[in-house]
């Protein structure tokens, strides 16, 4: 198999078996378009927000646009799409890149051996082989067993190297997928559910969330747990407690981050919502669990009370090695009524630059507070001295742009008081640099008809005596604002015609442009309520967000007024 090493290394574990057989195929959860098999049989390569059009070359023979579009490449998930065709040009076509991509030298080796890519690769090939072997002759099955056997043993030595937390799990879900669809990889099975029971147990906390704080990361794990739990059952194999126990917390967890709409709040790298997929990852839910209303291990909260809904971050950053798209968004919230979301952070975007990936995670794209254009998370930056920069550097290489300093102490109450349910929360993130504590504080009506809130800064020292707080609302996309009665009062018009009035005491409320960055079409701009106060002079405000008696119809000679309440 001429220059098929250039994929794996050449220190691999010789005492690593090769399969001998596949015995079955995984399910795929995760949705098929049909048409982008046309797509890629004619060389047109989307992903990730970018595109390519090969003219007739190898797609491995393109520098990738993007390190998201080069991961989709490498990854091989797009055979699900072909799968889904059905036909016999699209299995030609799945074999012929396959086969291409294991004995050419093309491609971004680097990129391509990493360890999530490489551990996702050997999942597409064994989910997507009835695909790629059906009509194949004997030759290709030996050859594509091979593949499967180098996949197995590159990645159990990126194990035994000690690579990042998550690129452990992954790795060891990938290789739990090999050794149990291919006879012969017995071993390789009973290592792989041992690596996986470890991670799962490091990395799933007690209430469902995973370590990274990120509802997306939960999410993609459960579409390959969810397969992973139905081949020990088939395979007969004792099935790891520590994956039953994980699939049964995450998927309450998940219910946890849904508003009204289908979509799940934005923290801590949350993009966009596949809805599609979503649905498809709720079904498998046996008893249709209810979703959980207080995740103190992964720092969230959910306060509900008619059809309005409440979502907080109310937790510290997550462990350095899993913070690469957490964000600083400390006491951040999202609320919704019914279907319609009101108040959003503005989410991580699915395609972007690194400079516009870096903003969405800075406090100022959260519904929170801030202490003047500074966040309440550092992340690692090449910016400083000469020793600064090596050392970021060196973090950038290993790690990625984690976060380094953040709120240490966080602590998060809640309490019921006739039928009025309250949240209270503080942390710590601006102490260090300027002397202050952020306090918020949340009351539910029993009705959901408003939402009560209070932001409280305290500290000393000059540091804090001169610092601007500067509360942000960023608002949905489609909810219309316009101020009355000199900034006392903001009118919210929701897409549904629905009408709230947001009021604060004793600041004025301002209107500024925002931006959504986690549309499915893109970003798109909307807008956000702006409180700015000196917390030396004004050490609290009070907001209160309420819905109006009735609402607003195309038509009326004026927006709803505080007439209406």
């Known amino acids: 198999m001429r220059g098929a090493a250039v994929w794996t290394s050449s220190k691999v574990l010789s005492g690593t078996p090769m399969p001998t057989r596949l015995l079955f195929a995984p399910q795929d959860l995760r949705t098929a378009d049909p048409t982008i098999a046309t797509d890629i049989y004619s060389g047109f390569f989307a992903f990730a927000g970018r595109a390519i059009t090969t003219g007739g070359r190898s797609p491995f023979a393109f520098a990738p646009p993007s390190r998201a579009w080069g991961e989709a490449l490498y990854g091989f998930g797009w055979l699900r799409h072909l799968r889904a065709a059905g036909t016999a040009l699209a299995q030609a076509n799945a074999r012929s890149l396959v086969d291409e991509f294991v004995?050419?030298?093309?491609?971004?080796?680097?990129?391509?051996?990493?360890?999530?890519?490489?551990?996702?690769?050997?999942?597409?090939?064994?989910?997507?082989s009835p695909l790629i072997l059906e009509g194949a002759d004997h030759a290709f099955y030996q050859r594509f067993l091979r593949i499967i056997g180098q996949h197995v043993r590159e990645l159990e030595r990126h194990v035994r190297s000690g690579v990042p937390p998550f690129s452990q799990l992954m790795a060891a879900i990938a290789l739990c997928y090999a050794g149990l669809c291919c006879e012969g990889l017995e071993r390789t099975t009973r290592r792989a559910s041992r690596y996986l029971a470890r991670e799962l147990d490091r990395q799933i906390l007690p209430?469902?969330?995973?370590?990274?704080?990120?509802?997306?990361?939960t999410v993609d794990l459960l579409f390959d747990l969810l397969p992973l739990r139905q081949m020990f059952a088939s395979r007969e194999i004792d099935t790891p407690e520590a994956l039953l126990r994980a699939v049964d917390r995450m998927?309450?967890?998940?219910?946890?981050?849904?508003?009204?709409?289908g979509t799940l709040s934005h923290f801590n790298g949350m993009g966009v919502t596949a809805a599609d997929h979503l649905a498809t990852l709720l079904t498998y839910d046996d008893m249709r669990s209810q979703p959980i209303h207080h995740a103190p291990h992964s720092g969230y909260e959910r306060v509900e009370a008619g059809r309005t809904l409440l979502v907080a971050d109310v937790g510290a950053p997550p462990p350095v090695a899993l913070s690469t798209e957490a964000g600083a968004g400390c006491l951040s919230f999202e609320f919704s009524s019914g279907m319609q979301r009101i108040v959003v952070n503005c989410g991580m975007p699915r395609i972007a630059g690194?400079?516009?990936?870096?903003?969405?995670?800075?406090?100022?794209?959260?519904?929170?507070?801030?202490?003047?254009?500074?966040?309440?998370?550092?992340?690692?930056?090449?910016?400083g001295g000469l020793a600064e920069r090596r050392i970021a550097g060196w973090l950038l290489r290993r790690l990625g742009p984690v976060i380094v300093s953040g709120p240490e102490q966080v602590t998060a109450e809640r309490s019921e008081r006739e039928h009025v349910q309250s949240l209270s929360a503080s942390h710590d993130g601006y102490q260090a640099r300027f002397g202050l504590t952020h306090e918020r504080r949340w009351h539910l009506s029993p009705k959901g008809d408003s939402l009560?809130?209070?932001?409280?800064?305290?500290?000393?020292?000059?540091?804090?005596?001169?610092?601007?707080?500067i509360i942000r609302f960023h608002l949905a996309p489609g909810?219309?604002?316009?101020?009355?009665?000199?900034?006392?009062v903001v009118m919210l018009v929701l897409p549904n015609r629905e009408a709230w009035q947001f009021s604060a005491d004793p600041i004025e409320a301002r209107v500024e442009d925002s931006v959504f960055l986690a549309a499915p079409d893109g970003m798109r701009r909307t807008e956000q309520i702006v409180l700015t106060l000196r917390p030396s002079e004004t050490p609290s405000v009070r907001w209160r967000f309420e819905r109006m008696a009735r609402t607003y119809?195309?038509?009326?000679?004026?927006?709803?007024?505080?007439?209406?309440?």
């Open 103 to 128: 004995t050419s030298r093309l491609g971004d080796k680097r990129l391509a051996c990493d360890t999530q890519v490489t551990a996702r690769r050997l999942m597409s090939l064994v989910s997507q």
């Open 207 to 217: 209430d469902g969330g995973h370590a990274s704080r990120n509802p997306r990361i």
């Open 251 to 261: 998927l309450p967890m998940v219910r946890l981050f849904r508003h009204g709409d």
């Open 354 to 383: 690194d400079a516009i990936i870096q903003a969405s995670r800075s406090t100022a794209a959260h519904s929170t507070a801030s202490i003047g254009d500074a966040s309440s998370c550092q992340m690692v930056s090449d910016k």
């Open 452 to 469: 009560d809130g209070e932001d409280i800064f305290w500290g000393e020292g000059a540091s804090a005596a001169s610092r601007e707080a």
């Open 479 to 488: 909810v219309r604002a316009s101020r009355a009665q000199n900034g006392r």
């Open 553 to 565: 119809t195309p038509g009326q000679t004026q927006e709803p007024g505080p007439e209406l309440l």
